[in-house]
């Protein structure tokens, strides 16, 4: 496989939005940051020069690096932030991701601003497997505060509350026209009549689950997380924070201008309203000689609380599994695991609660809230650093309760925090049902797995039953995916084996959930065979 290079310099640009103007952390001084082009299959390696004011890693979303962590990117997990001034070279290393991912910042909350896409085309003498687009798009869906990303961390743990809404989503990095101050810049895609377009969505939010549409114009999905879907053709998208579509676009309306919008779905029972200051827009122009309509036309969204609309795409999503791409999900399996993903909410007396720092708020897997190490777990497993991290997670089988209830037992409310990993057997099968609550009022999830892709072979409502869940799974086209949403309230089943040795970070992507300590890790113990086994470090790795 070929190689190619990249130069990513982090540091602070300044940029306007919304009527103000603030220094924003960038790579390139990019916003949204450089699209890594590849083919599957490829190594990539990436110059991380930082030359901003504060610590920062950059993080492969979806690419699974095989045996390789060390640059995988979550800090203090596989790896010691890169300081101010110093240099890291990253490598990517694709094997079977083929399709849309993306790259972020895995740094407190600098990803708000350090993100871009990574596009896998076919390998050469391969094709996509639907008819070639006659051009492709990037949509990358993300939010703009006007404060200071780490400034709206600090608001949400200090207060313990819920961070800000942001002042907007974006497309592209723009508002849209909407908003104020934000009309010339707003995106803008110019099709063809009688053309297709692939657009590859991702959903770049730090905390948003969106709904995303074109107004007229279905769009149908081919692809999800880096790999194949059967085709779904669909109104609306829901994408959660993480997660990536590709989806055909066919140029077959009347030519006109149109809206595509997103929106946010709320995450817990509160929202907003259609169309109000969360819409972000950006117009879908056809090209020819006619009196456009002012404005474009709006899509239909659904509302922000439409639970039933948020599961119909994850319902209907089953992969390609044709003869070039195979589905191969794990029939049975050797490791069981029940995560229960919780937000906690500690008893507040006089506005002093009783959470880590004063909190009110914490978010637990299994009742224990993830605390990040001050050295990363890579390191401290490789040089057997004791001290750093338990490996007996989790250590109790998760209570058994009715998860849907409002009236929970305490120790679901006061979880303890700690260090806790799941050390796993080199191609163990493992079967992870994640639990959804309404603790604290509940929240949805969008859980995701570094370094293995899952199959999605399951979801229901309420509590997960053991005995009869299964009996359901799909076991024959599931999604293969690397970030799931867990609706509240109900479950979602994963397999995946554990073929790839080394340490790998799971956690919500909503940013607040995994700050929150909604969050978790894998080892994956070497095999027996060398090719079975963990690569050795690069010499570069920033110290700690
Ligand atoms: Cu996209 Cu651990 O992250
Ligand atoms: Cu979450």
Known sequence: ASTSRHTFVVREASYTRLCSTKDILTVNGQFPGPTIYAMKGETIIVDVYNRG?????????????????????????????????????????????EGTLWWHAHSDWTRATVHGAIIVYPKNGTKYPFHKPNAEVLIILGQWWKIDANAIRDEGLASG???????????????????????????????????????????????????????????????????YTKPLTLDYITIFPGQTFDVLLEANQRPDHYYMAAIAFSLASTGRNIYDNTTTTAIVQYMGYYTPSSPPFLPHLPAYNDTNASVQVMANLRSLEDAEHPCNVPLSTSTKLIYTVSMN??????????GTNGTRTAASINNIS???????????????????????????????????????????????????VRVLEYNSIVEIVFQGTNVAGGSIHSMHLHGHSFYVVGWGFGNFDENRDPLHYNLVDPPHQNTIYVPRNRWVAIRFEASNPGVWFMHCHIEEHSTWGMATVFIVKNGKHPKAQMLPPPSDMPPC
């Open 53 to 97: 004011k504060e610590n920062v890693t950059i993080h492969w979303h979806g690419v699974n690096m095989p045996r390789y962590p060390w640059t995988d990117g979550p800090e203090y997990i596989t790896q010691c932030p890169i300081q101010p001034g110093l240099k890291f070279s990253q490598k990517i290393i694709l094997s079977s991701e």
């Open 161 to 227: 509350a819920i961070a800000n809404h942001s002042d907007s989503l974006l497309i592209n990095g723009q508002p849209g026209d909407l908003l104020p101050c934000s009309k010339l810049d707003t995106f803008k895609l110019t099709v063809d009549h009688g053309k297709t377009y692939l657009l590859r969505i991702i959903n770049a939010a730090l905390q948003e689950a969106l709904f995303f549409s074109i107004a007229k114009h279905k769009i149908t999905v081919v692809g999800t997380d880096g790999s």
């Open 345 to 354: 909410s500690y008893p507040c007396v006089n506005n002093s609660c009783s």
């Open 370 to 420: 993830f605390h990040t190490p001050t050295v990363d777990i890579l390191e401290a497993y490789y040089y057997n650093i004791s001290g750093v991290y338990g490996d007996k997670f989790p250590s109790v089988p998760p209570l058994v309760f009715d998860f849907t209830a409002d009236y929970l037992p305490l120790l679901y409310q006061l979880p303890s925090t700690g260090t806790e």
